[in-house]
Nanobody, 123 residues
Framework: QAQLVESGGGLVQAGGSLRLSCEAS????????MGWFRQAPGKEREFVAA????????YYTDSVKGRFTISRDNAKNTILLQMNSLKPEDTAVYYC????????????????WGQGTQVTVSS
């Protein structure tokens, strides 16, 4: 059974950094678009970043451009999200997701989802 497991979340002060990891298992995701999403308390889940199956194409929501970097290692079935210059408004549960289609993934309708990892940024 295909599974995505996130790790790397935690508590950090504003201006700090965290690196999230999403490890896929149960099948190979090398042909899938993969991405990160987040949901803050009382808010809807939103797109953060995504990349194509090759990693050649990367996409970010405007609020994280220049601060977050998404990458993947298909040999390890893993994607990463390097988050720098974190702000209190980045506080949320961060989810990893995968879908054969990047457009579908970006609409939050990806086929596979992880359980999420909490990121808390204190001011």
């Amino acid at each position: 059974q295909a599974q995505l497991v996130e790790s790397g979340g935690g508590l950090v002060q504003a201006g700090g950094s965290l690196r999230l990891s999403c490890e896929a298992s149960g099948r190979t995701f090398s042909s899938y678009a993969m991405g990160w999403f987040r949901q803050a308390p009382g808010k809807e889940r939103e797109f953060v970043a995504a990349l194509t199956w090759s990693g050649a194409g990367t996409y970010y929501t405007d609020s994280v451009k220049g601060r977050f970097t998404i990458s993947r290692d298909n040999a390890k079935n893993t994607i990463l999200l390097q988050m720098n210059s974190l702000k209190p408004e980045d506080t949320a549960v961060y989810y990893c997701a995968a879908d054969p289609s990047l457009p579908v993934l970006r609409t939050l309708k990806g086929r596979y989802w992880g359980q999420g990892t909490q990121v808390t940024v204190s001011s």
